[in-house]
């Protein structure tokens, strides 16, 4: 059901409670380490928003971890920044390297706050070249799915219920 145009962002409270990515890290070590492994592989990763009518849109992006704390970034003025800024809700996917996974296939959903202060963008983003928007990223889902012989291993981790492995054979 896409989010209603318009409609107001309820607090993530309200739609299920998210976590710094520290939170991740502590609570999740290994599955946190093999996620942001896949993520900082590739310098793009694939960002998916919702457009002013509640349509998907999947968009290029750059993903940095950096003092315990997921960063999403953006030059401005696009439209996924517009999206962003409309409704913070996203999720993030790793740039599948080859066929067969290996490392894994990463996904991060969760809910952006935009970082306006100065000293905090630049300590983020150093050297960065023109206007550009920056998102700390509140992490409410990470799934990593690992292929092994005829199997599918699918290990998440979600605020509040901690890690879960599922086996598909």
Same mark, same amino acid.
């Given at each position: 059901?896409?989010?209603?145009?318009?409609?107001?962002?309820?607090?993530?409270?309200?739609?299920?409670?998210?976590?710094?990515?520290?939170?991740?890290?502590?609570?999740?070590?290994?599955?946190?380490?093999?996620?942001?492994?896949?993520?900082?592989?590739?310098?793009?990763?694939?960002?998916?928003?919702?457009?002013?009518?509640?349509?998907?849109?999947?968009?290029?992006?750059?993903?940095?971890?950096?003092?315990?704390? $997921? /960063?999403?970034? +953006?030059?401005?003025?696009? %439209?996924?920044?517009?999206? =962003?800024? *409309?409704?913070?809700?996203?999720?993030?996917?790793?740039?599948?390297?080859?066929?067969?996974?290996?490392?894994?296939?990463?996904?991060?959903?969760?809910?952006?706050?935009?970082?306006?202060?100065?000293?905090?963008?630049?300590?983020?983003?150093?050297?960065?070249?023109?206007?550009?928007?920056?998102?700390?990223?509140?992490?409410?889902?990470?799934?990593?799915?690992?292929?092994?012989?005829?199997? $599918? /291993?699918?290990? +998440?981790?979600?605020?509040? %219920?901690?890690?879960?492995? =599922?086996? *598909?054979?």
């Amino acid at each position: 059901m896409p989010y209603p145009a318009g409609a107001a962002w309820q607090t993530p409270r309200d739609h299920g409670a998210m976590a710094p990515w520290r939170d991740v890290v502590a609570e999740a070590p290994e599955l946190a380490r093999k996620v942001e492994a896949r993520f900082t592989a590739h310098k793009h990763a694939v960002l998916g928003t919702l457009r002013r009518d509640g349509a998907p849109r999947l968009s290029g992006t750059e993903t940095t971890f950096k003092d315990g704390e $997921l /960063w999403l970034g +953006s030059m401005e003025p696009a %439209r996924k920044a517009d999206d =962003v800024r *409309r409704d913070p809700r996203l999720a993030l996917h790793s740039a599948t390297a080859d066929a067969d996974l290996k490392g894994g296939d990463a996904k991060i959903s969760g809910r952006a706050e935009e970082i306006t202060d100065e000293a905090t963008r630049a300590a983020v983003v150093q050297g960065a070249p023109g206007a550009f928007v920056l998102w700390r990223i509140d992490v409410e889902e990470v799934a990593l799915v690992e292929v092994a012989s005829d199997r $599918l /291993w699918i290990t +998440s981790w979600h605020e509040g %219920r901690g890690v879960t492995t =599922v086996d *598909r054979a």
